[in-house]
Nanobody
Framework: VQLVESGGGMVQPGGSLRLSCAASGFSFASYAMSWVRQAPGKGPEWVSSIHTSSSTTNYADSVKGRFTISRDNAKNTLYLQMNNLKPEDTALYHC????????????????WGQGTQVTVSS
């Protein structure tokens, strides 16, 4: 299993970024996927998840209405469109392969990427 994130960077508050996660080594279309972030000095925070058919997506309250998760199963790629970014969104963003799901929004993972850094600052 390999997950490689990209698309991070530094933006001003109110700006946008689009993160990508290239997946390989497994049947991407068969797994739900998540984005999880970790800010300096804090534990991991679940951000969003998308199920295999893209018909089900879930978001943390802190990003709801600003972030959009999507996937392209033909390209084995996961995305996170982030709009109206805030300083509190600053973190290392990881994509993760989901192994279990308990509704409404509890996920467990078995593989993570190395992450891509997002910094929101004026």
């Amino acid at each position: 299993v390999q997950l490689v994130e990209s698309g991070g960077g530094m933006v001003q508050p109110g700006g946008s970024l689009r993160l990508s996660c290239a997946a390989s080594g497994f049947s991407f279309a068969s797994y739900a996927m998540s984005w999880v972030r970790q800010a300096p000095g804090k534990g991991p925070e679940w951000v969003s998840s998308i199920h295999t058919s893209s018909s089900t997506t879930n978001y943390a309250d802190s990003v709801k209405g600003r972030f959009t998760i999507s996937r392209d199963n033909a390209k084995n790629t996961l995305y996170l469109q982030m709009n109206n970014l805030k300083p509190e969104d600053t973190a290392l963003y990881h994509c993760a392969r989901v192994t279990s799901y308990v509704p409404p929004d509890r996920y467990e993972y078995d593989s993570w990427g190395q992450g891509t850094q997002v910094t929101v600052s004026s």
